[in-house]
């Protein structure tokens, strides 16, 4: 069997810019800029190890609009934290949305989701919980 191996998330945006600067300023990802092979520039982050690329869409072309949860396929990301009760306050200070407060869902382990750009839903979960 072929060897499968984690490549990228790909995000599309109406303004690429703004939403690499709202994974930079949330989550301390490290925007990644260079020139595609057609001569556009390209937005890329370092999230956490995860490399997410971002994608212009200017707003002339058609596109659905992002679905609500709970959805069938790629719901949502996760990201792995420590002190979730403090990261979402300072989360909430940067002005995240969040759209599940912090929970236990078992014994050592409690999640929240916040609303990114697009509607993209981010999971934080954290399983030091003691």
């Not at 982050?45 to 997410?52: K, R």
């Not at 009760?85 to 929240?112: N, Q, S």
């Amino acid at each position: 069997m072929a060897k499968f191996v984690y490549d990228h998330i790909h995000l599309r945006s109406p303004d690429a810019e703004e939403t690499a600067r709202w994974y930079e300023r949330m989550f301390g990802a490290e925007i990644i800029r260079s020139i595609q092979s057609d001569g556009r520039p390209r937005i890329d982050l370092n999230l956490g190890g995860v490399s997410v690329f971002i994608a212009q869409v200017p707003e002339a072309n058609a596109v659905a609009a992002p679905p609500e949860p709970p959805y069938l396929g790629l719901e949502h990301i996760g990201l792995r934290v420590e002190g979730i009760d403090a990261v979402v306050t300072e989360l909430k200070a940067k002005g995240a949305e969040f759209t599940v407060e912090p929970k236990t869902i078992r014994p050592g382990v409690r999640i929240a989701f916040l609303r990114g750009p697009q509607n993209v839903h981010i999971e934080l979960l954290d399983r030091s919980v003691g």
